[in-house]
């Protein structure tokens, strides 16, 4: 069983940075895939980005392209989002994954094995 903690929510204002951080421990292997979702009040957990650990191909949905930086320290076992210039409409939990394929695009929940509790981000206006 994998686990993973997530920390570096809180709250922000409009234009300010986070680093959300997601610590993986457990039998992850060399070959995986970690993602971030994000659920906002009353909407869907929808993709954000995703990264290959072996080769470090990265992933982002369409909304957050050029905001958001996924990125990941080896020897830690843990992914990072960093989030520039927030918007209020950021606001919402965010969660880590972990998917056993390590390979691929995999911007959908059920491509995921493992999940965080999530952390959360509120963006003041």
């Known amino acids: 069983q994998v686990q993973l903690v997530e920390s570096g929510g809180g709250l922000v204002q409009t234009g300010g940075s986070l680093r959300l951080s997601c610590a993986a421990s457990?039998?992850?292997?060399?070959?995986?895939?970690m993602g971030w979702f994000r659920q906002a009040p009353g909407k869907e957990r929808d993709f954000v980005a995703a990264i290959s650990w072996r080769s470090s191909i990265t992933y982002y949905a369409d909304s957050v392209k050029g905001r958001f930086a996924i990125s990941r320290d080896n020897a830690e076992n843990t992914v990072y989002l960093q989030i520039l210039d927030l918007k209020p409409e950021d606001t919402a939990v965010y969660y880590c994954a972990f998917s056993n394929a390590g390979s691929g695009r995999r911007t959908y929940m059920s491509q995921y094995d493992f999940w965080g509790q999530g952390t959360q981000v509120i963006v003041s206006s």
């Open positions: 457990g039998p992850t292997g060399s070959f995986y895939t």
